[in-house]
Each structure stands twice: as C-alpha cells, then as structure tokens.
C-alpha cells in the first residue's frame, strides 16, 4: 500500500508522521507477503509438517495480529504446552492458554546471560521462557535489553560480515524480542527485526536450518507489521 | 583551563580548534589519534586528501602549521588507550577532552583529564542513546537536538550534562542532510559548553540513564520512514 492510499484512508485526524510510518509498516507487510517463500523453501516448509499450512496461509494471507498487552500486568505466566508449541502459538495468532503465578522465579540479570555461552544460553533462555510471553513483562526488561543489544551489536555484525552464527540462538532471540515487541510495543524492538529481515540473504539462507524457529519469527514479524497502535491512521 | 581536541584527523582537529579558541583563558591542543592502526604513509595520505577536499586548504595548511610550531600539534602513532598514548595525554596536564575521533574511550584514557572528555551527542539525553538517535527522535515525534557531556566508558552514560540544545531538523529533507546538520554543531556547543565550563554559575544536569533508553542503528524501512516525515515536514 502505498503512502496515498495510506492518506486518503485515514480515519483519525490526520498524523502524518504516523501515517508515514503506518505506511512503511504495510509495505513491509506486502513484501512479505510476496517474498516469504524466499526464506521458507520448499523443503523448509515441508520439514515445519502439519504446522506447513498454517504457516503459509499466515504469511500469505491478510494482516493478523493478537492482542497481548494484557499480559504485562501479571507478575509470571505459565502454560502447559512445551515451548515450541507455546512459540508457534503465539506465531501464529492462536489462543494461547496460559495460568497467571502469583511468584516469579528468581531474576536474571544481564550479567547472569552474559556468563553463559552458546548451548547452555540456548537452553536457558528456552527454561525461563517456556512460557514466551514471559519476556514481556516488567520485570524482564533488563534481559530483553540485553537481549536486543546482542542482537543489535554482536550478532547483527557477524550476519553482516556473513561470518558464522548460532542460527538457533539468533533465531530464538529474534522471537523473543518480536514477542516483547507485541506486549510492550516498543518500536525499537521491532526495528530489530525490521534490520534482520534486510541482512544478506546468504546470512539468512543459513537460518533455514532450524525451520520452526524461522516460520515463528517470519509470523511474528508479520503480526508486529500490522499493530493496531502503529496503524492508527488506517481505517479497519 | 587546557583544552585538547582528541581528533580523527588534523582537518577535523583544526575545525574545532579554531572555534573553540575563540573563549578567552584556554590553551588548545589538537591530539590526532590513530584508531585504525594505520601506516604512517597512509595517514599522511589522508589527511592530504581531507585537506585538499576541504576546499580551504591554504588555511588549513597555515593553521596546521600555527599548532605543530608550538608544539601543541600532537600525532599519536599508538592507538589512544595504548600505555605510550594515556602517558602522552597525562604528560598534557589537560583539564578537559573535547571527543572528535571515531573513538570508544577508556578509564584510563578518560581520567587523564582533570575534568574529562566532553562528547556533542546528536541527541537530547537522557531519552536518547545510542546510535541513530536523530531518526528515532524523528520517527517518535520528539523534538532533535545536541547534548554535550562528559564520557564514561560506558555508550552514553555519562552522568554529567554540561548543556543541551534542541535543534529543529528545519528544511533537512533527509536523514543524511539532518544527521550533518546536527553534527556541524559540534565546534559551537563545545564553545558554549567550555564558556559554561569557565563561569562560577556551572551547574550539571544529571544525565539518569533510567529516563532514557539505548537505541540502536535504524533498519532501511524505518529510515526511509524518516526521509518521508522530514519531507513532509519541510515542504510544509
């Protein structure tokens, strides 16, 4: 969609700032739209199994987003799914059931994740967040701000460079911090994965090799393109 | 007071040296450092060719030469948190830094000013840190600016805030033309910022990192976002 279309659309008295910027969001949008098949082969897709249709109707289809801001109210989340369902769930705009603790487990800090390095960080990060929609709340900020400084600054240099990368951890983070991005709606967030989706494509290919944690990412970087806040101008 | 301007090149030295010798009571100094470890050839060729491209390189000539006589013309061969270079800067006996290399600087570099090192942020702090922080304050509909305070190791977390000036984008059409603006302003505001160093009135703002947030390089899809809002804006 174009910024004319955008304009001539509005509901709202018009922002043209947000307009402008509601635009990029659903250009994007119809890029992926268009090309995610680029990222997802053929065989990537039918390794994802009974998650393949769902998947392609989700990036193919029209905008859809879930609502999660709820959940940064609550002090801890859990759900009974194992986490890679909880993720795809989350993906792809699915009803997620989740039970709301009155305790949290003990905090993590920045320097916590620091110490830890490739498998076990993987691990841990996946035990903490089981539950993904965990990393959105208040309490997490300081690991999702690490988390998106990895992103931003280590990892965004290696995938530049095309030089070697933990496909799973980058790809886990890109998840978590696109889920932070859907509760909190924090633009800087979703500018990290704004900036992965543009890298080299050969540094992307590589990722196809943890196909569930691609098509998650891919999903939920199309449901943060239509965010309903950062759409205002447009009419429903 | 001993200023010294910590430069990339002579020609980004002499820029700022020039304005700021203007304040009455202030010894400057002009340390060109050597980040990227180039040759010696190399260096020279350099700065032959900034100079040349400066379209002033008579003056710029004159005045290298006005700084080297004197002695307060220092190249640095090592890198500027190498032993040899902090024990050059401390032999100095500067009282302030003024930052205009391309430079992350060290404790140990840092304290070998009596005051520290001043740096020109083009952005407002603390809301602002980081990188891409004009296009961000842009994108969100905040006002630009420049900060100048004094450095700590860390990306922006100085704590003391020697001035701050909101500087409009105007007629920039572009994120690039915006950015050049804003880092033109370097030589004035450290001006102002060492007349306000001088005067018995000086009070520091606190730069509270928790006000703020770190920002991180802006993907093309937002950047170009950006481009259109100071199109808009400046076609009115």
Redesign the interface.
């Known amino acids: 969609m174009d910024l004319e279309t955008v304009l001539s659309r509005s509901v709202l008295p018009l922002d043209r700032r947000e307009a402008i910027l509601c635009a990029a969001l659903l250009q994007r949008r119809a890029g992926i739209r268009k090309s995610w098949r680029d990222f997802i082969s053929a065989e990537c897709l039918e390794s994802l199994g009974p998650l393949a249709p769902e998947v392609e109707s989700f990036l193919s289809g029209p905008n859809s987003c879930c609502d999660l801001r709820p959940v940064a109210g609550f002090t801890w989340l859990d759900c009974d799914t194992a986490f890679l369902d909880c993720l795809n769930a989350i993906a792809l705009a699915k009803g997620l059931e989740y039970r709301t603790l009155e305790t949290r487990p003990d905090s993590w800090s920045a320097a916590d994740l620091k110490k830890l390095a490739g498998r076990d960080r993987f691990q841990a990060l996946c035990a903490r967040y089981c539950c993904p929609l965990n990393i959105g709340l208040g309490s997490e900020l300081e690991l999702a701000e690490e988390l998106l400084r990895q992103l931003m600054v280590t990892d965004r240099t290696k995938l530049e460079a095309e030089a070697e990368f933990d496909v799973d951890e980058v790809l886990l983070k890109l998840n978590l911090v696109g889920i932070r991005a859907l509760i909190t709606r924090d633009l800087r967030c979703c500018d990290c994965l704004n900036y992965f989706y543009e890298l080299p494509l050969r540094s992307l290919f590589r990722m196809r090799a943890n196909s569930r944690l691609l098509a998650s990412w891919l999903c939920i970087y199309s449901q943060l393109l239509c965010v309903p806040d950062w759409l205002r101008c447009v009419s429903p | 007071m001993r200023v010294a301007v910590v430069a990339s090149s002579i020609a980004a030295g002499i820029r700022i040296a020039k304005e700021v010798e203007r304040v009455a009571g202030l010894d400057v100094f002009i340390i060109v450092c050597n980040a990227r470890m180039q040759s010696r050839p190399l260096r020279w060729f350099r700065e032959l060719v900034l100079a040349v491209n400066s379209f002033h390189w008579l003056t710029l000539a004159a005045k290298t030469w006005s700084y080297a006589r004197p002695g307060t013309l220092i190249v640095l061969s090592r890198p500027l948190d190498d032993t040899a270079s902090v024990e050059c800067l401390e032999a100095l006996q500067c009282d302030v830094g003024l930052h205009a290399a391309n430079v992350i600087y060290r404790d140990a570099t840092i304290s070998s000013f009596r005051l520290g090192i001043l740096n020109a942020h083009i952005g407002i702090l603390p809301e602002y840190r980081g990188r891409s922080v004009a296009e961000?304050s842009v994108?969100?509909?905040d006002p630009t600016g420049v900060t100048v305070f004094f450095v700590d190791s860390g990306i922006d977390t100085g704590e003391r805030i020697v001035l701050h000036e909101f500087v409009p984008p105007g007629g920039q059409k572009t994120v690039m033309k915006l950015k050049k603006m804003l880092f033109g302003c370097d030589a004035r505001l450290y001006r102002k910022a060492l007349e306000a160093l001088m005067s018995p009135q000086l009070r520091f703002d606190t730069n509270d990192i928790s006000e703020g947030?770190?920002?991180?390089?802006?993907?093309?899809?937002?950047t170009?976002?950006v481009n259109?809002?100071l199109r808009?804006r400046a076609n009115g």
């Open positions: 961000w994108l969100q509909g947030r770190r920002y991180y390089v802006m993907s093309k899809v937002f170009y976002a259109g809002i808009t």
